[in-house]
């Protein structure tokens, strides 16, 4: 509430005095009429009589309500101006301070390791698909040399008839081919034939892959071998047999007929074999497999 002290002169004397209660207010108070200009008085603007019996001059106090709720709304604002301008002025500040030496190593590893993690899986499913390439390959092969097979077995029994018939009397008059009769031409040609057939089906059987037996000796808990038949990407689990004094982890891989670099991951180390040739040196040595 504020309120204004004028004298019986009209001179404003005090103005804009904030006051909780005026009804506490000292002095001589002149006295109401009626107890209705006393409530028309709370209801309206508070105003206040008193003289002052030293000088003999009247004052009079008008007090005017103010509310609060216009300023506080402004207040608020002005408040939430400044605080936004002190974020403002602080995050400049903040995004200038310099890194530490800690941050940047960590900043530069997490960004390395991501690479990383991204060149990992760009490869592995580059190695799917170039397993799901090799079986459709190995199917193709197996059911080529069944046909293969199916084509020797008939290729022998003709081989077996020209045999049969170059063996009986060559009538007189027969025709000859290169100084041999039609007969034992015909045999010639079809045991030529059966060679090289068996020669493919032999190539064929190089082509494809082959169990080939791996293990490992000694005290451990998990073996894993790697090497470049699959690109060092993923390798394979040994299994453990114990056999009292020592444990053997064995495996059996599918290989082709090739010469295989090889190593060993005993828990989570790198080690070699003796029981296979080694080759390369120092941290490129590696055991070397070959499978013929």
């Given at each position: 509430m504020e309120c204004n002290v004028v004298s019986t002169a009209g001179k404003t004397v005090f103005t804009r005095i904030k006051m909780k209660n005026v009804d506490r207010i000292h002095g001589n108070m002149a006295g109401w009429s009626s107890v209705v200009d006393h409530q028309r008085l709370r209801k309206s603007n508070r105003v206040s009589f008193w003289k002052n019996p030293k000088h003999h001059v009247s004052w009079r106090v008008c007090c005017t309500p103010v509310s609060l709720e216009g300023e506080l709304p402004s207040i608020q604002s002005k408040n939430f101006v400044k605080d936004e301008e002190s974020e403002f002025d602080d995050s400049p500040e903040e995004a200038q301070q310099p890194l530490s030496s800690d941050e940047l190593k960590a900043l530069l590893a997490d960004t390395e390791r991501s690479k990383l993690i991204k060149k990992l899986s760009?490869?592995?499913?580059?190695?799917?698909?170039?397993?799901?390439?090799?079986?459709?390959?190995?199917?193709?092969?197996?059911?080529?040399?069944?046909?293969?097979?199916?084509m020797e077995l008939e290729f022998q029994?003709?081989?077996?008839?020209?045999?049969?018939?170059?063996?009986?009397?060559?009538?007189?008059?027969?025709?000859k081919i290169k100084g041999k009769y039609v007969q034992s031409h015909?045999?010639?040609?079809?045991?030529?034939?059966?060679?090289?057939?068996?020669?493919?089906i032999k190539?064929?059987?190089a082509a494809q892959p082959k169990e080939v037996p791996l293990f490992w000796s000694g005290v451990a808990e998990s073996v894993q071998i790697m090497?470049?038949?699959?690109?060092?990407?993923?390798g394979e689990h040994l299994s453990p047999e114990y056999t009292g004094s020592y444990t053997m982890f064995t495996a059996t891989l599918m290989l082709r007929p090739g010469r295989y670099?090889?190593?060993?991951?005993?828990?989570?180390?790198?080690?070699?074999?003796?029981?296979?040739?080694t080759v390369g040196e120092g941290l490129m040595q590696n055991n070397l497999l070959i499978v013929e």
């Open positions: 760009e490869a592995n499913q580059h190695n799917r698909f170039l397993k799901r390439q090799l079986q459709t390959t190995e199917n193709s092969l197996s059911s080529f040399k069944s046909e293969l097979a199916t029994a003709l081989v077996n008839l020209a045999e049969e018939i170059a063996n009986y009397s060559i009538p007189d008059g027969s025709r015909l045999l010639s040609r079809l045991e030529a034939v059966q060679e090289k057939l068996k020669e493919q190539d064929l059987d090497g470049s038949f699959d690109g060092w990407s993923e670099e090889i190593k060993f991951l005993v828990d989570g180390e790198w080690q070699l074999s003796p029981k296979f040739p």
